[in-house]
């Protein structure tokens, strides 16, 4: 059966799900197409929640140790254990929970769900597989928007069960006792984040010279140093030679060393590879460029095909859900006759989910000194800040990097437990040009952790109040 929608959208992950529900408020007749049994994408399912979910148990686990601190004594409570079983069943239950949700926001917004792989048949047509059957759809517009998956390399073979991605790794059973992480990226620290506070001895391998490559020298280094005191080895500038399961063990061979490292498991954590395969590109001539990535016009998302759009972890931006979920937005907006400015992923957010967390928008300082661009940077730390005190979260600073001339906010740099929280106040006073004077005499409340906002504001125009 043939139905003419305004808007079918191939993936329900984050920016496919929410590119479906603005366009349906915009009036558009709109289809979602997912291949799986749930909706939500890796996101949802097998990344950013369960993987925050897992991380909150590691802080509260950690957080009970430190209770008669507080002048909180339970009984029995001196050597608190973690009880890992519920540590997997909560994270299960938000999940499902969520998962849930999504489901019911399409049917409120009137959104046909098709289950099926959803390819594009030709302009305007899509094809969608369920069980051996074939079904076709026609529209006027396409959304691609189809995700990522976890990254292999062909030397490693991935069992699902001692060597896994971030994808299988929801399978344990129990805390490992030692486990190597390959890649001290983004999902790489976290899980050594969680793991090591669970208590498992973990071994993070890095290629570069520092973990979270793309981070700041500084917030990068200040992570290192919290990660070793989470039960975390961290080997930078090391490159794997061989990893090899043998029983209910692995071999990692490190380049260098004589004699191969024993683990219980092993992380295979090295990027995500876009979701393009079988979707149909070359029907309609969509080329890959030469990272595997769908080309787009950033002015509107559209492919070199017309009425063919294309978002999130397919097209080479930020593969991160909020970037994802904004550009399915503006793209609807286009498709609708709406005009918009660019988005600026200069002040696009990104936040590692670590303990402390970091947070950034911007450049680092390694880049403005490549490109020669003038810039001062300032650095004020949470330890003045009595909320933060107050809170047991002193540790960590915030960064920023401020054109001297103009006092344009260039870079910001958060380490804290509440950076993820916190960068979004920058973010918004970027998007809105203002300087860093402006940012000083915002009034923040007092007490709270972000006033350092204020405070590091200040301390970058050359006159710190609280320090």
């Known amino acids: ?19 479906a529900i603005y366009a349906s408020q915009l009036g558009m007749k709109v289809a979602l197409i997912e291949k799986e049994q749930w909706l939500g994408g890796t996101c949802l399912n097998v990344g950013c ?20 601190s507080y002048g909180v004594k339970i009984a029995g409570a001196d050597n608190p254990e973690l009880d890992f079983p519920q540590v997997n069943k909560r994270r299960d239950e938000i999940v499902k929970t969520m998962t849930n949700g999504v489901g019911f926001l399409m049917k409120k917004n009137k959104i046909d769900v098709i289950r099926g792989f959803g390819s594009i048949a030709g302009k305007g047509q899509v094809e969608v597989t369920t069980d051996g059957k074939k079904a076709n759809y026609t529209c006027k517009n396409i959304l691609i928007a189809t995700g990522s998956r976890a990254r292999h390399l062909p030397s490693i073979k991935v069992d699902g069960k001692n060597i896994v991605t971030s994808e299988e790794i929801w399978a344990f059973d129990k805390v490992p006792e030692s486990m190597a992480v390959l890649g001290g990226g983004v999902i790489g620290c976290e899980f050594a984040s969680a793991y090591g506070r669970y208590g498992t001895k973990v071994t993070i391998l890095e290629m570069a010279d520092q973990i979270c490559p793309t981070e700041d020298h500084e917030t990068a280094a200040e992570l290192t140093k919290a990660l070793k005191k989470q039960n975390c080895e961290i080997l930078t500038s090391t490159k794997t030679k ?25 992380l295979l954590s090295v990027g995500r590879a876009p979701n393009v395969e079988n979707i149909g590109l070359e029907k309609v001539g969509i080329k ?37 979920s904004a550009e399915a937005l503006y793209a609807v907006d286009i498709i609708a006759g709406k005009k ?10 990104a936040a590692i989910y670590t ?7 911007g450049y680092t300082e390694n880049q403005l000194k490549k490109s020669g661009r003038a810039y001062k940077a300032t650095k004020f730390p949470f330890s003045a800040v009595a909320k933060a005190r107050i809170d047991d979260i002193a540790e960590g600073f915030v960064k920023i990097l401020v054109d001297p001339k ?20 920058f973010a918004l006073g970027n998007n809105l040009e203002m300087t860093i004077e402006e940012l000083a005499h915002t009034i923040h409340p007092h ?18 109040i609280n320090m």
């Open 447 to 464: 007490p709270t952790v972000s006033e350092i906002i204020k405070e590091a504001a200040h301390a970058a125009m050359g006159h710190p």
């Open 340 to 349: 918009r400015h660019a988005i600026n992923y200069l002040t696009n957010p």
């Open 1 to 19: 059966m043939t139905t003419n929608y305004d808007l079918i959208v191939i993936g329900s992950g984050p920016a496919g799900y929410e590119g």
């Open 355 to 361: 303990y402390p967390e970091i947070a950034s928008i």
């Open 242 to 266: 061989s990893i090899v399961a043998k029983g209910n063990k692995v071999e990692v061979q490190i380049d260098g060393e004589n004699a191969p490292r024993t683990f219980d498991k092993v």
């Open 406 to 425: 103009y006092g344009e906010v260039l870079g910001v740099h958060i380490v804290n437990t509440k950076a993820s929280e916190m960068i979004s106040e």
């Open 49 to 68: 929640i369960p993987a925050k979910s897992m991380l909150q148990s590691a802080l509260m686990f950690e957080k009970a140790k430190k209770f008669a």
């Open 288 to 324: 890959l460029d030469d990272r595997g990535f769908i080309p787009v016009d950033l002015k509107t998302y559209q492919t070199n095909i017309a009425g063919i759009y294309a978002v999130g972890d397919v097209i080479p931006t930020p593969q991160l859900a909020h970037t994802g």
